[in-house]
């Protein structure tokens, strides 16, 4: 059996990118692993660590040696490789060569194409130590680095100067040379608290010894150092530490050593909107803000050090100096732009522009008010509102706040508007124009807000593929997917009786001969239908659910959803497999009719079976009730109804010949059959249910 010993590997440098620390430390271990277990390499379990002055990673129970393998290989057919005489020709003589053995020591196999020579090698596996070099070389070559660097007069790139290589297998220093380093068994500690060689001679030690350094190499461990602290400081105040997931993350990839810190600043900034005090205290220091029970920003903040203080007095006191001039920054913006109304901006808009083809960002906001318009009064809401609200949605982007804090678009907008005396909704929807703004984001509330943010993404939408610039690929400069998610989310999670297409006309008719594509509208709802189909995937329903509908072609998001689900529910049921089956077998009857179907009609007195009159019967009677649930969207019921058919349907196909003699008894037949596809069809393609 062989040897294992645990891997370790680290990397010491100068401070690593902190927003990319975890993704760095993350593929050096990946690929580790992978290139061991290409090795034939076997290991019981890996981890990685990471800090802003390292990169390491641990391979427990690591074989310490390749298997020794056979290879089998195939040489020239043995027709080709002697004379006549039986002596050997080059190809033979080539073969044994390449083999490291004589012609003499070959063997011989039957193949599909003949005989053949044939060799068997032996091929001893190579020691643990000999490969991981090249391994460790090329997983660092492999690192998704945004870029590189070079320092001194060495040619040795990458994303920071490196300083230290630690590699051991066991007890035992790997011997390799790695970015102009060394490798040894010794590490360093926190920058101030513990700068001195650390040496390491047993890999189970590496993270004791690092955390009597003042380091914790554990990422996740520092994260929950920190929001401990964090927590623990906010409980001591009586109040709440907001503490985000990304803020997290970076603030433990700032520090080896956490010491969490609380401040104060002057209550006078709680005047200026506290989502810009937020973005200004995570964005340029990194401190996590504090609310009361209210959820209402507190005058403090807590910063986590990199140093174990003996003054911490005095750490408070200088970020509390660091953050009183960003916040009056913060304060002075926010008081400029109020002397201004939103509305002042308008014209500005002019001067910015959208996109080449498509004009200025004014341009943009005179579409999406006409667009806006018409969905505000499909949905019975405020014209005027939605129209006053179009002209401003995009004017808080002219405020020096916005310019400073690009994220906090649309938040400030709304604060101005309220402060311009605005309506409400109008206010609101300064804000509601960019909901949803990611996955799972809330959607907007008001009728102003929802019809300005459809109108927005259609505008965008319509306007990028009518000009031949629609993603392909990875490639979606304009946030396209995300723009046609969020208007299908809208439209259905607020129920909305919209229609895609009527909508995508509406928005093609304002930009006048702008468009390019003719094919814009079709392009464009087969991207909905794209992005609608990964949607409901996401959310667990089988992608034959979701086709037989769509197959519909139906352009109200709202109603095909209703459709969706109520198939999803019927495709539980005990009756769904034979009914999706038996529509199948409809379908097929009918695709190869000669006839034309539009002009057929069920003559009672050609049925002459009890199996088609008994089916033709229970179809009379439940088609109204079954349109009735249809015109009311009520799917389910209508499923549910016409799922009594089943014993029926087979009974139908077990004794009726549809292919009868006699043509008008045939037609008669394809005729009933189609009143029975038409019944499910006016709901979905239940035939691709099919299993």
Request: overall charge negative.
């Amino acid at each position: 059996m062989s040897q294992v010993q645990d891997f370790l590997v680290e990397l010491g440098t100068e401070e690593l990118p902190p927003k990319i620390l975890a993704k760095l430390a993350g593929a050096f271990h990946d690929n580790i692993t992978a290139q061991l277990t290409d090795a034939n390499l076997s290991f019981e379990d890996s981890e990685w660590f990471a800090t802003p002055r390292r990169l390491a990673v641990r391979v427990c129970q690591l074989q310490t040696r390749q298997a020794d393998k056979t290879m089998d290989r195939q040489g020239p057919a043995v027709a080709a490789a002697f004379d006549a005489d039986g002596n050997p020709k080059p190809a033979a003589i080539g073969f044994a060569k390449s083999c490291g053995v004589d012609v003499s020591d070959l063997n011989r196999v039957a193949t599909d194409k003949g005989e053949r020579l044939a060799y068997q090698l032996n091929v001893p596996g190579q020691a643990t130590t000999e490969l991981l070099p090249a391994i460790v070389e090329q997983s660092l070559k492999k690192l998704p680095l945004p870029k590189v660097m070079r320092w001194g007069d060495s040619s040795v790139e990458f994303i920071r100067p490196p300083h230290w290589l630690l590699m051991m297998l066991g007890n035992q220093i790997v011997d390799a040379n790695i970015l102009d380093l060394t490798a040894s068994n010794q590490t360093f500690g926190h920058r101030f608290h513990h700068p001195e060689a650390i040496t390491i001679n047993d890999t189970n030690d590496y993270e004791q010894l690092l955390l009597e350094a003042k380091v914790n190499v554990s990422f996740e461990s520092r994260k929950a150092t920190i929001r401990q602290q964090v927590e623990a400081i906010a409980e001591q105040q009586k109040a709440i530490a907001v503490i985000e997931d990304d803020l997290l993350e970076e603030v433990a990839a700032l520090v080896e050593w956490p010491v969490a810190l609380t401040g104060n600043f002057d209550k006078t900034f709680l005047q200026v909107p506290s989502e810009a005090l937020i973005a200004t205290m995570q964005a340029d220091q990194k401190y996590f803000h504090l609310v009361d029970n209210n959820n209402q920003l507190l005058p403090q903040f807590i910063t986590v050090s990199n140093i174990e203080s003996r003054r911490p007095e005095s750490v408070i006191a200088g970020n509390e100096r660091v953050i009183r001039p960003r916040l009056a920054d913060a304060m002075f913006f926010y008081q400029a732009d109020c002397k201004k109304p939103l509305a002042g901006y308008i014209d500005k808009l002019q001067s910015i522009l959208f996109q080449k083809k498509l004009g200025t960002l004014f341009d943009k906001t005179q579409r999406v008010k006409h667009l806006a318009s018409e969905i505000a009064g499909q949905l019975n809401a405020d014209k005027a509102l939605a129209e006053r609200a179009a002209e401003l949605c995009k004017c808080d982007l002219m405020s020096g706040m916005v310019y400073e804090f690009p994220e906090l678009q649309g938040i400030m907008g709304r604060y101005y508007a309220t402060n311009d005396g605005e309506h409400a909704d109008v206010a609101a929807a300064m804000d509601e124009v960019y909901m949803p703004r990611f996955a799972g984001d809330q959607l907007p509330e008001t009728k102003t807000g929802i019809a300005i943010a459809l109108a927005d993404r259609l505008d965008t939408l319509v306007g990028i593929f009518g000009i031949g610039q629609a993603p392909s690929g990875a490639k979606d400069p304009f946030a396209l997917r995300r723009a046609a998610l969020g208007t299908l989310r809208i439209i259905v999670e607020r129920e909305l009786p919209l229609d895609l297409s009527q909508l995508i006309d509406t928005s093609i008719e304002s930009f006048g001969d702008i468009i390019e594509q003719p094919t814009t509208k079709t392009q464009l709802l087969e991207f909905f239908a794209a992005r609608s189909l990964a949607w409901y995937q996401d959310k667990g329903i089988s992608t034959q659910v979701i086709q037989s509908v769509t197959e519909l072609n139906i352009s109200q998001p709202l109603d095909q959803d209703r459709r969706i689900h109520a198939v999803a529910e019927f495709n539980t049921m005990d009756a769904a497999d034979s009914l999706a089956a038996a529509n199948k077998r409809v379908s097929n009857i009918l695709a190869k009719s000669e006839v034309s179907l539009d002009d057929l009609s069920v003559d009672q007195s050609l049925l002459t079976e009890q199996a088609e009159k008994t089916l033709h019967q229970d179809l009379s009677n439940m088609a109204d009730d079954v349109a009735q649930h249809v015109s009311n969207a009520d799917y389910t019921k209508a499923l549910q109804q016409l799922s009594s058919l089943k014993m029926v349907i087979d009974n139908f196909f077990d004794n009726v010949m549809v292919n009868a003699e006699d043509p008008s008894v045939k037609n008669n037949r394809l005729a009933l059959l189609k009143q029975l596809r038409d019944m499910f069809v006016s709901i979905a393609d239940i035939a691709l249910l099919q299993k």
